[in-house]
Structure formats: C-alpha cells, structure tokens
C-alpha cells in the first residue's frame, strides 16, 4: 500500500518517480507533452535487448526464434494498450510517419472527388497526412474550432459531411491547450454520414485509460515515447479497414499481412521488444497502490490511470489557479483543472510580452517549459498569436509533484512580467 503519497488522492508519486531514471531533483519537467521520460523497465529491456540478442528475427536458429518473440510482444502490449487485437496495430517510428502511410493506403481506394474532414486544432500530423491527398484529387475540407472554448463543436462539423466524405482526421485532445473533445459525439456524426474517423489520441494517451472498441473510433494513433516507453508510435485500425487499406510495403507482402503491409522497413526491434517495459511499470504502479487483485492487465491499467488521473487534476489546480489570478494572463483552453475537460496541459500568453521573452528566464530555476505551436500552427494562428512567437504551455506528467509544482509557480511569480 502507499506509503509516501503526496496529495490526497491515493497516487503514491514519490514511488512514481523513482521508476524513472532521467527524473533529477535538478529540473522540474513540464514540457512532457513533447516526450515523457522512460521507465526503468523499458530501458532495462532495451539494454537487455541490445546486449544479448541482437540477430536478424525470423531465422530458424533459437536466438532469431526468440528475438522475433520479443518484437511480437512489442506488438501485443500496444495492442492490449489500446484495447485492441494484435492484428489490429501497426508500430512505426513516430505518428506522423503512421499517419502519412495511413492516409497513402486508404487513398488507394478512394476517387477523386472523395472527401476528408481535417480541424485546423489538430497537431499537423493528423492535417498535412490528409492535406497530401489533394494531389491526388481527395478534397480536404476545414473544420475550424471554437475560439472562445478551444474546441471542437460537433454542430460545425454537420454542415461539412457529404456522400464523399470519406473520414474525418481529429484530436482527442489538444496539444497545446489540452482541452478533451466530445469523441463519441464526433464519431456519431461521421458514422451517421457513412465516414470513418481518425483520432490523434498522441495528447491523451499519456493522462487516461484508452479503450478504442468503447470509442468505436476506425482508427486511433498515439506516439509511446510520450506515454513513458521508446521512441516509437503506434496505430489502431479497424481490422477490415486495415485488412482493404493499400499496400505500403514491397510488391510481395500480401494485403491481408497487416500489420506487415502497413510497417515497410519494419520496426526498430530493440525498441518495439521494448515496449512491454510500459506494462511492467503500470504493474508495479498497480502492485504498489494495491490493485494488483483487479483480474486483469486492462482492468489494472485502467484503475492505475483513475489514480493518475485525479492526481494530474490536484498537480494542474494551483497552476490554473495562479494563472487566473494574474494580471495580463490569458489562459487557452477551459480554466478549471476538471479532468473531464482537460488534461494538465495549459496553454497561456502574457498580454503585450513574446512567449519567447517568458520561457527562457524560468530556465535558472530548473523548471523546463517551453514556448512556440508546438506543430499545430493552424490552431496558433487561429488563436492570432503567430507573431507572439506562439503561447507558453507547460505540459505536466503523473510523475510530476506537488513540490514541483510549487517551484514551478515561484519562478513565474518572480519572473514573469
Ligand atoms: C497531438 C500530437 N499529435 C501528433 C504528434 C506527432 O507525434 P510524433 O512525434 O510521434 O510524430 C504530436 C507530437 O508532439 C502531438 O502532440
């Protein structure tokens, strides 16, 4: 049972942190929505990789049999991540890539004239991927989000869905104001229209259980380098549309080799063998906080994230709340640290001062936040801040403390404008 926690809502983050090697009393991370650092059993299980069984996977001699066995796994843990059946999920070097060879391969069944929905709120992985299609006839259309709330209204996404449109690409939840949109309202719509729907869940993933057959979303993509694992990303499809999509790979892999088909080059193995090294620490995060009776991995998983959960909200509230009290601070995205609207991403500007004269100066006092449209311009000119150099965001994780926290806020109280 917890013996250390340090907020009131059972998350024992002392025991959390100490999980994570590159996590130093030196600097206080808050820029995690660009990259998480990795638990020690992932990097125990590349280093273990790397220093035992670095041979060629597929061979018939044991240690090539084995090798192949760890990547499978690598497969199998984002799979069971997500919610998903193995042959469901494709592993690639970063979810952009995994969006670019997506949209290729639907494409290869659609017309010209077809139609895609993209939001100008998304991180552009999700827009340029489908943007690309125009030269080849797909007709991109622009869902554009609410300024005032930050998100996306399902109403305004009606009046752009026709008998072409093929798929609507949005976000879960966005990286740079980190409010959560209404999923399943969003998929309703599009379904109803006879379109499928990819989710950008890359923010969302690190803070909250995912369960992609709850969603009934068609396909789903997160990166696992920014939920505590390797530098890797992963991508649900619905089977039959994984199982039609085109063919990414070399002329002789079969269309029904998915996720083989959709991996040209393969996966890097050590990182994918990896992988696991994700659910060895969410299982430890179980065991220690007394979940390890629930009867099942995903049960586990999703009672470990409730725990998160709450305690990101704790960790987000006194930040929002010194943001709100300050002069000249416009925070973007919903004000309250309610987790049902948002996970502890905040986008903020100082009125008549660059985001890029506010981040530097906090770097004396150790805390890592950052400035710019983190790749979602569109949403940063939307916001009319392009040439405010962008907003500063600060981006928390679950390992992140109170104490932190607290450092955090006196360094933008002594330093910002
Ligand atoms: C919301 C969102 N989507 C997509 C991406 C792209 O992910 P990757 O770096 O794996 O290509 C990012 C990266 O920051 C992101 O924040």
Redesign the pocket.
């Known amino acids: 049972m917890p013996t250390d926690t340090d907020t009131d809502t059972g998350f024992d983050v002392a025991f959390a942190r100490r999980c994570f090697p590159a996590l130093s009393p030196e600097w206080a991370l808050f820029d995690n929505?660009?990259g998480s650092v990795t638990a020690q059993p992932v990097v125990d299980r590349v280093t273990e990789y790397m220093s035992t069984l670095q041979v060629q996977l597929g061979a018939s001699y044991a240690l090539s049999q084995r090798a192949s066995a760890l990547v499978a796994d690598g497969h199998a843990a984002a799979a069971t991540w997500l919610g998903a059946e193995v042959d469901e999920v494709v592993l690639g070097p970063?979810?952009?890539?995994n969006l670019r060879r997506l949209a290729r391969a639907l494409a290869a069944n659609w017309r010209p004239g077809d139609e895609v929905v993209v939001t100008d709120l998304?991180?552009e992985?999700?827009v340029g991927a489908w943007l690309a299609l125009e030269r080849h006839g797909i007709a991109v259309k622009r869902w554009t989000f609410d300024r005032a709330t930050g998100r996306l209204d399902p109403a305004a996404l009606a009046p752009l869905l026709g008998p072409r449109t093929r798929l609507v690409a949005f976000?879960h939840?966005s990286?740079v104001i980190g409010a959560i949109e209404d999923v399943p309202a969003i998929v309703e719509l599009a379904h109803a229209a006879g379109a499928l729907v990819c989710v950008?869940g890359?923010?969302y993933a690190p803070h909250r259980f995912v369960d992609v057959k709850r969603l009934d979303v068609d396909f789903y993509?997160y990166?696992t380098?920014?939920v505590f694992g390797p530098h890797l990303?992963a991508l649900y499809g619905k089977r039959e549309h994984l199982q039609a999509a085109g063919n990414e790979n070399h002329f002789f892999v079969g269309a029904e080799e998915v996720p083989r088909k959709l991996e040209p080059g393969g996966v890097s193995h050590e990182l994918a063998a990896a992988l696991p090294g994700t659910w060895d620490y969410m299982e430890k995060l179980a065991d220690h906080h007394g979940l390890g009776h629930l009867p099942s991995s995903r049960r586990r998983l999703e009672a470990v994230f409730d725990r998160i959960c709450r305690h990101e909200e704790d960790l987000v509230g006194p930040l929002l709340e010194f943001l709100r009290g300050r002069e000249g601070v416009r925070i973007l995205g919903p004000e309250p640290a309610d987790a049902s609207v948002r996970v502890p991403i905040v986008g903020f500007v100082v009125d008549g001062h660059r985001s890029s004269t506010v981040t530097p100066k906090l770097d004396a006092h150790g805390v890592a936040v950052r400035f710019g449209d983190?790749?979602a311009p569109r949403a940063v000119a939307r916001l009319g801040l392009t040439a405010n150099d962008g907003i500063v965001r600060v981006s928390m994780a679950h390992y992140n403390s109170a104490d932190e926290v607290d450092r955090l806020i006196g360094a933008l109280d002594q330093t910002m404008p």
Request: charged fraction near 15%.
């Open positions: 929505a660009g970063s979810t952009t890539v998304d991180h992985a999700n976000t939840c990286n950008d890359v923010a993509a990166s380098y920014k990303a983190f790749y």
